[in-house]
């Protein structure tokens, strides 16, 4: 119960003024603590949450009148408890607000006071808030979920956008890259404008990609890293992933094989001119104190801040259906293809370096002097702190899981995390669990104390290594960060829990996301493995098992029967081998087959564009022959002969590439946003989608 009184002066103290104490106090009222509110209110804890307005950002884009496609989906958006049945897979700005809305519940307002906090102090291991000059909270246990500020820039940009209307033909030049920016290009090119847009990174994901049957489906409905990248395999990413960095972005060595997928890219998007691969400099691991030998690890980086978009030719199949066409132009869902545009000229590429500057809206572009109608300059969202002397600088990379930090027992941090797929409901959910049971368990509380050291190293060196930049590594695939989340909960489903449930297939492949979080372990909510299975039903999800066993077993069997071949070429025969030697060869073979090797990952990398979907039954076949290529391998080392096969065959590099040829030619999109699926719709953009007569190429 929360007690008013007049608290005693200190030196923290800014005048006589009445006081509220409580054992938590979240500041923020947003998409990352409303549901740590809810699992406060269903434990009875004491709380209070003071923020002065509800869901920030979304309020002010509802109150502008301001609606766009969301860039994420149901399964990824929803909180758990959320409806998962839908026509459209996507909300929009304006719906998503809405639910957000109806979740602010009278007994949740009857806990808010609408108030700015200006700084938190911190007296004698109690925090308290302030409003300028007036205490609001006194709390043993404080929530910062204030989470990032946005781009200053967006409703002046927005405005500019609008002024200049539907009339075409106006240049715009936009600096900075990302889902906002796609926002802006996508509103431009529909209204008939030309864009040029300078950028550190150009990084981005096929919103929709083709999934089992040529079938489109959302991207992170499915986000299958979680699968691979906790068990160290590459994931296969075929057919969305669509790395391309310019001048500046870096491509570490361990990643030759991606340098050259995006060489390829670049040369066949026409962006040759613009690519940059280099080294990349393992100064950032320091950066990010990663406790690793910087002079032993590559970095592969580059990956900058990834965008999702409309391919146009999935755009189109929803565009063409008589249910879609009015409500996704009336809601602002536009096709934001940039690839695409870019193709169709609409869109010019180049780095920042290559644009200077000359006077006004003036500028020189690799020699050439243009004047720009518009010039709009984007920014990319920052953490937003308060000042806190207790803790004078935040740092993500100081945190676990960005939240906690055990110098700091009793503050928590949520919104830290940004998910490269948009996951929002997501993401805030399964943090707010952690939070949760941190708060109200205190031998949990006490484990993850004690825990921290291991558990800090191993996020250091599972994720911040592999950074682009020091100040990208709050961006995480929102399956991993999930997962990692859940594990420590103890919400993560078990091989036996799901098989007591009959949900192996489920388990498996389905995404890991916060209503999987819900079926096991101290959340758990009655009905929810029935409502995640049904979910995973709907996208589809079991038929990937059969390219997951090929994932898990086909790369490490094939480099298994690399090494057999080899020693049966370097005159090893299993008859003539002495006892250790058979024992070592025992071990060796063993261990590629059981562990997935850098080999063995660099070749399931490139074999990705053997399938001509994201998960495909060709899976099949080629698991298959890698399973006939080790026995082979192996009858060879034991009968101490090669049947009169070379080398080439036996080692499976035909079959590799007759697989990659057969990927390419059945369908282009494998071969990482190979243009030939957009070529097709250049008529339907300028005939049908753009204003006629407004647009040309040049």
């Known amino acids: 119960m929360c007690l008013m009184y007049w608290p005693r002066r200190s030196i923290f103290d800014r005048g006589p003024v009445a006081r509220m104490e409580c054992e938590v106090c979240v500041v923020g009222l947003g998409v990352s603590s409303l549901p740590l509110l809810k699992l406060l209110q269903q434990s009875g804890t004491d709380f209070r949450v003071v923020s002065s ?27 758990s408890w959320w409806d998962y049945d839908y026509d459209f897979p996507f909300y929009t700005a304006k719906s998503y607000h809405e639910k957000l ?24 291991g109690r925090y308290q808030v302030w409003s300028g000059e007036e205490l609001l909270v006194t709390c043993s246990k404080l929530v910062h979920a204030i989470g990032f500020a946005p781009d200053g820039n967006i409703f002046s940009n927005l405005s500019t956008i609008a002024n200049a209307g539907r009339e075409g033909g106006k240049h715009f030049l936009i600096f900075g890259f990302s889902d906002t920016t796609n926002l802006y290009i996508s509103r431009l090119i529909y209204a008939g404008h030309r864009v040029t847009l ?47 960095p310019i001048k500046g972005a870096r491509v570490g060595s361990p990643m030759w094989v991606a340098g050259q997928i995006t060489s390829y890219v670049a040369e ?14 393992t100064d950032y691991q320091t950066a990010g104190r990663g406790l690793v030998t ?27 259906d008589d249910r879609y066409r009015d409500w996704m132009l009336k809601e602002g869902v536009y096709l934001n293809d940039i690839y695409f545009f870019i193709q169709q000229g609409l869109v010019k590429l180049h780095s920042r370096r290559e644009v200077e500057h000359i006077s006004g809206r003036r500028y020189r572009l690799q020699g050439e002097e243009v004047e720009f109608d518009e010039v709009l300059k984007c920014e990319e969202a920052r953490h937003k702190t308060l000042q ?65 050291p291991g558990l800090m190293h191993s996020q250091r060196v599972s994720h911040y290594v592999q950074a682009s930049d020091p100040d990208k590594m709050h961006v995480h695939w929102a399956g991993m960060h999930c997962l990692w989340i859940s594990r420590a909960v103890g919400c993560d489903v078990s091989f036996a829990e799901a098989a007591k449930r009959g949900l192996l297939l489920e388990w498996m492949t389905g995404p890991v996301n916060a209503l999987r979080c819900r079926i096991s372990g101290p959340y758990a ?84 564009l053997a399938f001509d979907s994201l998960y495909h039954r060709r899976a099949w076949i080629m698991l298959l022959l890698n399973v006939l290529q080790f026995l082979f391998a192996l009858l060879c080392i034991l009968q101490g002969t090669d049947y009169g096969i070379p080398l080439e065959i036996r080692a499976g590099l035909f ?44």
């Open 525 to 608: 909510a009655a009905g929810a493995a029935e409502k995640y299975k049904a979910s995973c039903k709907k996208i589809g999800t079991n038929y990937m098992f059969l390219n997951m066993i090929y994932r898990n077993w086909g790369d490490r069997l094939v480099v298994a029967s690399y090494f057999l071949c080899l020693l049966h070429h370097w005159g090893f025969q299993w008859r003539r081998m002495a006892e250790v030697e058979r024992v070592v060869c025992i071990l060796a073979t063993a261990f590629l087959v059981k562990v997935p090797t850098p080999l063995a990952q660099l070749r399931g990398y490139l074999l990705m």
């Open 53 to 79: 307005t509800a869901f920030g950002i979304w309020d002010k884009l509802t109150a502008a009148g301001e609606n766009f496609d969301l860039v994420t989906t149901i399964e990824s958006t929803n909180y």
């Open 198 to 244: 300078a950028c550190r990174h150009f990084h981005v994901v096929d919103k929709i990609g083709i999934t089992h049957g040529n079938v489109g489906g959302p991207f992170d409905q499915y986000e299958p890293m979680q699968h691979w990248t906790g068990s160290g395999t590459v994931p296969n990413v075929t057919g969305i992933l669509v790395p391309l």
């Open 388 to 452: 806190m002397p207790f803790c004078p600088r935040y740092s993500y990379t100081d945190h676990l899981y960005g939240i906690w930090n055990r110098t700091h027992p009793n503050l928590y941090f949520l919104g830290t995390t940004r998910p490269y797929t948009g996951a929002f409901g997501c993401v805030a959910e399964v943090n707010a669990m952690f939070v949760h049971r941190m708060i109200t368990d205190g031998g949990f509380h006490c484990s993850m104390g004690q825990q921290f």
């Open 101 to 124: 809305r109806a979740e602010l519940t009278p007994e949740l307002l009857d806990r808010l006071i609408r108030k700015d906090v200006t700084s938190v102090a911190e007296v004698g």
């Open 294 to 320: 910087p002079a032993k690890v590559d970095v592969p980086g580059g990956l900058g801040y990834l965008v999702k978009q409309w391919p146009v030719d999935e755009y189109v199949r929803f565009y063409s």
């Open 268 to 281: 066949l998007v026409g962006l040759q001119d613009v690519v940059d691969l280099r080294k990349f400099d």
């Open 655 to 698: 079959t590799d590439l007759f697989f990659l040829i057969l990927g390419y030619l059945a369908f282009p999109r494998a071969f990482f946003a190979d243009m030939r699926v957009r070529s097709p719709h250049a008529a339907w953009l300028f005939d049908t989608y753009l204003p006629k007569g407004l647009v040309s190429k040049e």
